[in-house]
């Protein structure tokens, strides 16, 4: 078990607002004419984004907006997102931040579910969501940036509202094995804990730092990795509307000259496959970061012979906001998600929630104080989650005994593909309503880079017909395209229990 009080420096006062102490801090420090965001489209310094957030913030309350009203934000990432994000805390109201790669389905469970009064959407996104923005009785208003000319209307002075550091900040939707997604509701006082905790504490992020993540701000990893981090320390951040192909982030970490790059190990193997790699010397990166999926040893030591950067590998999750578990500059172990982030509790338990004998599998706890208040209308899932001071991750590990934890598993059917959850079940449900398809089970394979991927083993109906490549499309028909499967194995039948319920453990053995 790991063990680390929290220092008396980070208690953070009752009444605090999230985006008066991350955007505010910078102003106090001196810095509102140092560069905080540069996107694709230019570039805004401190003082700027404080002016256009309290803008936003006076925006939202002019359309009648209030403290504790709910928007949604499906947007590219661009300077508008943080202006909209902190501008609507600044505000007391609390913005949603989900998923750009979703469904039409998707987007209408998380509006109505959110009850959320206004949909903030990129231009590209909006056809996601005509099919049924006329039927949401609580949805009012949709902004679509760029939002300049709002902006330039609104008030440049705003009051934070008198929230608690305990109140509701922000929503995230977490993924499940079943079911929907679930609205993880996340308190004013976390996004500065994790900061000080991780950022500070295990990356050392300093002021004179250029970061850039490929994971988006949606993501609780990209969060904190190009919000609240940053703005924690007075750091610039460079943001991408693109997807983040290899071409796409060699263009920012050659231009833009990052100091530090937050991936997931996909991300990773795809640039170390890429032959416009560039050359060290062009780079000006003093360490990297991984999460979303256990790190491959290659491609962390593949990645430091042609960068001369370590990749630090760490785990997250919505539930605890960002990384709790890591890797450290100076102390790293290649193949284990090294050892507990300080101020974070750490316990291996088997099935009765008992410790287990080092070495041995167990499912990972954590306590720490960023932890997310519950999941919003799902008290069963609730109450099985968040148990007293400790989170469930569904994650297994081994502790060895120097003290660093090691990746081994799910306790659910759950896949992290691309560092993004997919259920199996909702694979499984796609190919399953293909006319010539009986049954389906999707269980996760490793590439050649062993990243795991979905692979389905599908039962067709008798004298149907279906090819792979035929599957594969219509499972990108149904859902967001990274959860197609990237194998598909025809069988007779599938192993089940007494019971009828699919064996996943012998499919992927």
């Excluded at 491609?299 to 539930?319: R, V």
């Excluded at 004298?463 to 599957?471: D, K, M, N, P």
Aim: hydrophobic content about 40%.
């Amino acid at each position: 078990m790991d063990s680390m009080e929290i220092p008396r420096a980070l208690d953070i006062p009752r009444d605090y607002n999230a985006a008066e102490d991350l955007v505010g801090g910078n102003l106090k420090a001196g810095r509102a004419g140092k560069t905080a965001y540069i996107d694709d489209a230019g570039q805004c310094t401190f003082g700027e984004l404080a002016d256009r957030v309290n803008r936003f913030g006076n925006h939202l309350l002019s359309l009648g907006l209030r403290m504790e009203d709910r928007i949604l934000i499906a947007m590219h990432d661009s300077i508008d997102w943080p202006v909209a994000f902190l501008g609507a805390i600044k505000a007391g109201i609390v913005p949603v931040a989900v998923n750009t790669l979703l469904t039409p389905k998707d987007y209408e469970y998380m509006l109505s579910d959110s009850r959320a009064k206004a949909l903030l959407v990129s231009q590209a996104l909006q056809p996601q969501f005509e099919p049924f923005i006329g039927n949401l009785p609580f949805l009012k208003h949709v902004l679509v940036p760029p939002f300049r000319n709002l902006l330039e209307k609104s008030d440049p002075s705003l009051s934070p509202a008198a929230t608690t550091s305990d109140d509701p900040c922000f929503w995230l939707y977490s993924s499940g094995s079943t079911g929907m997604p679930k609205g993880t509701v996340h308190v004013h006082s976390s996004m500065r804990l994790s900061a000080e905790l991780y950022a500070k504490g295990v990356l050392g992020l300093k002021e004179s730092d250029v970061v850039f993540s490929a994971a988006k701000f949606f993501f609780a990893y990209g969060l904190g990795n190009s919000l609240s981090f940053p703005l924690a320390v007075g750091a610039t951040a460079v943001l991408m509307a693109e997807r983040p192909t290899p071409d796409a982030v060699f263009k920012r970490l050659t231009e833009k000259k990052p100091t530090v790059f937050y991936g997931v190990p996909t991300l990773y193997a795809a640039l170390l496959a890429s032959p416009v790699f560039p050359k060290k010397e062009v780079l000006n990166l003093r360490t990297c970061i991984s999460a979303g999926e256990a790190l491959p040893p290659q491609i962390a030591k593949s990645f430091n012979e042609k960068t001369d950067t370590e990749i630090l590998d760490g785990i997250g999750s919505t539930e605890l906001l960002h990384i709790f578990l890591s890797n450290r500059p100076g102390d790293l172990r290649h193949g284990t998600t090294g050892k507990a982030v300080p101020g974070y509790e750490l316990r291996l338990v088997d099935e009765q929630g008992n410790d287990v004998k080092q070495g041995e599998l167990g499912e990972l706890l954590i306590k720490g104080p960023t932890a997310a208040n519950l999941y919003w209308n799902n008290r069963a899932k609730s109450r099985s989650t968040f148990v007293g001071e400790w989170t469930r991750s569904g994650d297994k590990y081994t502790l060895d005994a120097d003290g660093y934890y090691a990746y081994g598993g799910r306790t659910d059917d759950m896949l992290k593909v691309s560092g993004i959850w997919v259920s199996p079940a909702e694979v499984e449900a796609a190919l399953v309503s293909h006319e010539a398809v009986l049954e389906a089970a999707v269980v996760g394979k490793e590439d050649e880079q062993k990243l795991v991927k979905p692979k389905a083993f599908v039962v067709l109906k008798p004298g149907q017909q279906a090819t792979v490549e035929e599957l594969q499309a219509w499972v990108k028909s149904k859902l967001a395209p990274y959860k197609y499967p990237r194998w598909i194995e025809f069988a007779v039948e599938l192993p089940k229990t007494a019971t009828g319920k699919i064996q996943r453990f012998k499919l992927r053995a």
